[in-house]
């Protein structure tokens, strides 16, 4: 088990030596052993191992060559907030027997030593590894033509040899190759031999591991270049765009850059300029690019509305939950061979199945069609909409009675005079109210929020409140439906639905949107409702014995639609003092446009309408002449609000 040593990690060796010797006493049956000479010998073999390779991985190990739990390393760095096991502890049954001889001591510091040259020759090469760059330096080759000595040392070295970056630093040329053991231990074993033709002096070569190198150019000419290698790169008849080995394109080799998209600003850049430049792009190949992450890149893809495919292929994805970004995209192709977590998965079966929780609706995964999933048959279609229906009766004789009864009383609803109601309710009626309106803003009336008794049981709590706001018997009923506001109900769009209709009861569901009067704002003007009512036979007609009024801001389609037939709209949003005409009443958009445009130049509702039927209701050409005429003080004071 390994164990990654902070960087602020100071290990003090004489707090250790005191540690260990304090904790040796506490170990059954240690008192006496004399730990003393092995103690301190092997503490200094470890202290100062640790002390080299602060920043590297140190496992313990035993006299066995068995790896010592991390807990350990967490002893030996005094951390407060880790368990304290103590190395003495830990190496008990492993180190110790009764007495440790001379001989015993020479074995074991002998066996700890080998462990911990190997140790840190495997920790030096994971890091090598990790890096993936190494930076060669031929010594004293300056003085020949930088190309002409790599021409030579790849005719020494092989093909396989691909450089980056070539240059003279001091009297030494320089260049850099991606990590791969067998060309650097070739180039290792050409130090000290390797000559240029003509010449006798022989040169060292020295291989050191380095960070992915950098561009001296511009940032924007690096976009260009960049530009030009992705244009490069795509097959616009099969809409696929081929970035394996990105940074090994010969685009960026002429020009000394080294781009590679393991760096997450490069890669980002990348998506960036495919969303702008080919968003119909299908395919995507990022394969042998050493990408760990794919965060904001897979965020920026999504635009990107027709990519499918997708090959991740040798890459350095640790688990697939590095693949969770991706998962909002509808990927139907992927390729994930080659990647730290695919060694994992030995089953098949498990491999699909934990890739197919984060894109269920895969197709092909690794070039292999995908066994359908087992599960419920699921219609597709299943969670689309169903269509709108406009109303919806149990049967006929109910829809003749619910019309008629709903056209008596809104004639008399929407009339100034709303006594006559008291006949359509019982007289133990059952009424309540409840609003979802807002207390500020354009859209709001505060005078509703008074006159409505609201019976939101999200908002009255208590049980007192919620008895008190439930209205019964017919006086009560009649003096709430009196102290609502006047208002006009779009008739053309109720949409009324009778699921029960008996001998002994009707059920009743109304929705619809009416206006209200003398409101200024224009915003306000419209609310849509929700009424359900239980109408009764009484007589020889129906009454209301149960009602429930619910009262909400429309929505856009419901300020479309409405008082599309009829002209109270116009009447109650656009007051006009002239006589009434037979000019075409505007359609509700318009309406929207004629309220807004009035209350951002403060010109009454009439002349906005004007102005903009002028523009053909072109809402920024009518604001630009509205402007010019303005400045030019070539509109009277009649035309503003006051």
């Given at each position: 088990m390994?164990?990654?040593m902070?960087?602020?990690?100071?290990?003090?060796?004489?707090?250790?030596e005191?540690?260990?010797?304090?904790?040796?006493?506490?170990?059954?049956?240690?008192d006496?052993?004399?730990?003393?000479?092995?103690?301190?010998e092997?503490?200094?073999m470890?202290r100062?191992?640790?002390?080299?390779?602060?920043?590297?991985?140190?496992?313990?190990?035993?006299?066995?060559?068995?790896?010592?739990?991390?807990?350990?390393?967490?002893?030996l760095?005094n951390?407060?907030?880790?368990p304290?096991i103590?190395?003495?502890?830990?190496?008990?049954?492993?180190?110790?027997?009764?007495?440790?001889?001379?001989?015993?001591?020479?074995q074991?510091?002998?066996?700890?030593?080998?462990?911990?040259?190997?140790l840190?020759?495997n920790?030096?090469a994971?890091?090598?590894?990790?890096?993936?760059?190494r930076?060669?330096?031929?010594?004293?080759?300056?003085?020949?033509?930088?190309?002409?000595?790599m021409?030579?040392?790849?005719?020494?070295?092989?093909?396989?040899?691909?450089?980056?970056?070539?240059?003279?630093?001091?009297?030494?040329?320089?260049f850099h190759l991606?990590?791969?053991?067998?060309?650097?231990k070739?180039?290792?074993?050409?130090?000290k031999?390797?000559?240029m033709?003509?010449?006798?002096t022989?040169?060292?070569i020295?291989?050191?591991?380095?960070?992915?190198?950098g561009s001296?150019?511009?940032?924007?000419d690096?976009?260009?270049?960049?530009?030009?290698?992705?244009a490069?790169?795509?097959?616009?008849?099969?809409?696929?765009?081929?970035?394996?080995?990105?940074?090994?394109?010969q685009g960026?080799?002429?020009?000394?850059?080294?781009?590679?998209?393991?760096?997450?600003?490069?890669?980002d850049?990348?998506?960036n300029?495919?969303?702008?430049?080919?968003?119909e792009v299908?395919?995507?190949?990022?394969?042998?690019?050493?990408?760990?992450?794919?965060d904001?890149?897979?965020?920026?893809?999504?635009?990107?509305?027709?990519?499918?495919?997708?090959?991740?292929?040798?890459?350095r994805f640790?688990?697939l939950?590095?693949?969770?970004?991706?998962?909002?995209?509808?990927?139907?192709?992927?390729?994930?061979?080659?990647?730290?977590f695919?060694?994992?998965?030995?089953n098949?079966?498990?491999y699909i199945?934990?890739?197919?929780?984060y894109?269920p609706?895969?197709?092909?995964?690794?070039?292999?069609?995908l066994?359908?999933?087992?599960?419920?048959?699921?219609?597709?279609?299943?969670d689309?909409v169903?269509?709108f229906?406009p109303?919806f009766?149990?049967?006929?004789?109910?829809?003749?009675i619910v019309?008629?009864?709903?056209?008596?009383?809104?004639?008399?609803?929407d009339?100034?005079d709303?006594?006559?109601l008291?006949?359509?309710?019982?007289?133990?009626?059952?009424?309540?109210?409840?609003?979802?309106?807002?207390d500020?803003?354009?859209?709001?009336?505060?005078i509703d929020?008074?006159?409505?008794?609201?019976r939101?049981?999200?908002?009255?709590?208590?049980?007192?409140?919620?008895?008190e706001l439930?209205?019964?018997g017919r006086?009560?009923?009649m003096?709430?439906?009196?102290?609502?506001?006047?208002?006009?109900?779009?008739?053309h769009?109720?949409?009324?639905?009778?699921?029960?209709?008996?001998?002994r009861?009707i059920?009743?569901?109304?929705?619809?949107v009416?206006?209200?009067?003398?409101?200024?704002?224009k915003?306000?003007?419209?609310r849509?409702?929700q009424?359900?009512?239980?109408?009764?036979p009484v007589?020889?007609?129906?009454?209301?014995a149960n009602?429930?009024i619910?009262?909400?801001?429309?929505?856009?389609?419901?300020?479309?639609?409405?008082?599309?037939?009829e002209?109270?709209?116009?009447?109650?949003?656009?007051?006009?003092?002239?006589?009434?005409?037979?000019?075409?009443?505007?359609?509700?958009?318009?309406?929207?446009?004629?309220?807004?445009?009035?209350?951002?130049?403060?010109m009454?509702?009439e002349?906005?309408k004007?102005?903009?039927?002028?523009?053909?209701w072109?809402?920024?050409?009518?604001?630009?002449?509205?402007m010019?005429?303005?400045?030019?003080?070539k509109?009277?004071?009649?035309?503003?609000?006051?």
């Amino acid at each position: 088990m390994e164990f990654p040593m902070e960087p602020d990690v100071k290990l003090d060796a004489t707090s250790y030596e005191s540690n260990c010797i304090a904790e040796s006493s506490a170990v059954n049956g240690l008192d006496d052993v004399p730990i003393n000479q092995w103690q301190c010998e092997v503490g200094k073999m470890l202290r100062n191992h640790f002390a080299l390779r602060l920043n590297g991985t140190c496992p313990l190990v035993g006299d066995d060559g068995s790896v010592f739990d991390t807990a350990v390393v967490t002893a030996l760095n005094n951390k407060p907030d880790k368990p304290k096991i103590s190395y003495m502890q830990l190496c008990k049954d492993r180190l110790m027997s009764k007495t440790i001889g001379p001989t015993k001591l020479a074995q074991l510091k002998c066996t700890i030593s080998e462990k911990l040259k190997k140790l840190s020759h495997n920790t030096s090469a994971a890091s090598n590894t990790a890096t993936g760059w190494r930076k060669v330096t031929i010594h004293n080759a300056a003085e020949h033509e930088p190309a002409s000595v790599m021409e030579e040392v790849k005719s020494l070295v092989g093909a396989k040899l691909i450089y980056h970056k070539l240059a003279t630093e001091a009297n030494h040329v320089t260049f850099h190759l991606e990590d791969d053991e067998s060309v650097c231990k070739s180039l290792r074993d050409l130090s000290k031999r390797f000559s240029m033709p003509g010449s006798n002096t022989r040169h060292t070569i020295t291989v050191d591991t380095t960070t992915s190198p950098g561009s001296a150019l511009p940032p924007e000419d690096v976009d260009e270049i960049v530009k030009r290698v992705l244009a490069s790169r795509y097959n616009p008849d099969l809409k696929k765009l081929d970035l394996s080995k990105f940074h090994s394109d010969q685009g960026f080799r002429s020009y000394n850059v080294v781009f590679v998209l393991c760096h997450a600003s490069n890669l980002d850049t990348v998506a960036n300029m495919i969303v702008k430049n080919i968003p119909e792009v299908e395919e995507i190949d990022l394969s042998n690019n050493k990408i760990m992450k794919l965060d904001t890149t897979a965020r920026i893809l999504r635009g990107c509305r027709n990519l499918h495919k997708l090959n991740l292929n040798n890459n350095r994805f640790y688990s697939l939950s590095d693949l969770r970004a991706l998962r909002r995209h509808p990927y139907t192709d992927l390729y994930l061979e080659n990647n730290k977590f695919s060694r994992r998965y030995k089953n098949a079966d498990v491999y699909i199945s934990e890739v197919r929780t984060y894109f269920p609706k895969l197709l092909v995964l690794d070039g292999k069609e995908l066994p359908k999933p087992i599960g419920f048959e699921v219609d597709e279609n299943d969670d689309v909409v169903p269509p709108f229906r406009p109303s919806f009766f149990c049967n006929d004789q109910a829809k003749q009675i619910v019309v008629m009864f709903l056209k008596q009383y809104y004639e008399v609803f929407d009339s100034k005079d709303r006594s006559p109601l008291a006949a359509a309710y019982c007289e133990d009626a059952i009424f309540s109210m409840t609003t979802l309106l807002p207390d500020s803003g354009p859209r709001a009336v505060p005078i509703d929020s008074k006159n409505i008794p609201n019976r939101n049981l999200r908002i009255r709590t208590r049980p007192d409140e919620q008895l008190e706001l439930l209205l019964i018997g017919r006086s009560a009923v009649m003096k709430q439906i009196n102290n609502l506001p006047p208002c006009t109900h779009d008739l053309h769009n109720f949409v009324v639905d009778v699921s029960i209709a008996t001998a002994r009861l009707i059920k009743v569901v109304l929705h619809g949107v009416y206006c209200r009067h003398n409101i200024r704002s224009k915003w306000a003007n419209i609310r849509s409702f929700q009424r359900t009512l239980i109408i009764v036979p009484v007589g020889g007609g129906y009454c209301i014995a149960n009602e429930q009024i619910y009262l909400c801001l429309p929505t856009y389609n419901q300020l479309q639609k409405s008082f599309k037939f009829e002209s109270q709209l116009t009447a109650a949003a656009v007051p006009s003092s002239g006589p009434s005409t037979a000019e075409p009443i505007p359609q509700p958009s318009q309406l929207l446009m004629i309220e807004g445009f009035a209350e951002q130049s403060h010109m009454k509702p009439e002349y906005a309408k004007l102005c903009l039927e002028q523009n053909e209701w072109d809402f920024a050409k009518s604001a630009a002449l509205f402007m010019k005429l303005k400045e030019e003080g070539k509109i009277p004071d009649n035309y503003y609000n006051h």
